[in-house]
Nanobody, 127 residues
């Protein structure tokens, strides 16, 4: 099993940046495909970004492509989400997710594909 703890959320102005971090406990972090999701007020949880076990493959929701970057540090059991050019519509609770994967380059974009979730961190973008 793995436990996930997000941090780095907060208040940012539109056009600004934030960097979210997700710390994973447990061994063999490199066996897990990772993802970021978000839930805005009154909306369903949606996919933001995913990264493969090795970090060599990534995917993004169209709404964040070119603005957000997902990365991971397997040596330190961390995954990150760098968010630039923030928009008001990026306001949401952001969740880190993990799932064991047998393949190095698997990307998981469905929330149902993940068994492990963090508690979430609030991101609020103001004008």
């Amino acid at each position: 099993q793995v436990q996930l703890v997000e941090s780095g959320g907060g208040l940012a102005q539109a056009g600004g940046s934030l960097r979210l971090s997700c710390a994973a406990s447990g061994r063999t972090f490199s066996n897990y495909a990772m993802g970021w999701f978000r839930r805005a007020p009154g909306k369903e949880r949606e996919f933001v970004a995913a990264i493969s076990r090795s970090g060599g493959s990534t995917s993004y929701a169209e709404s964040v492509k070119g603005r957000f970057t997902i990365s991971r540090d397997n040596a330190n059991n961390m995954v990150f989400l760098q968010m630039n050019s923030l928009k008001l519509e990026d306001t949401a609770v952001y969740y880190c997710a993990a799932q064991v994967s047998s393949f190095l380059h698997t990307l998981i974009q469905r929330s149902g594909g993940y068994n492990y979730w963090g508690q979430g961190t609030q991101v609020t973008v103001s004008s």
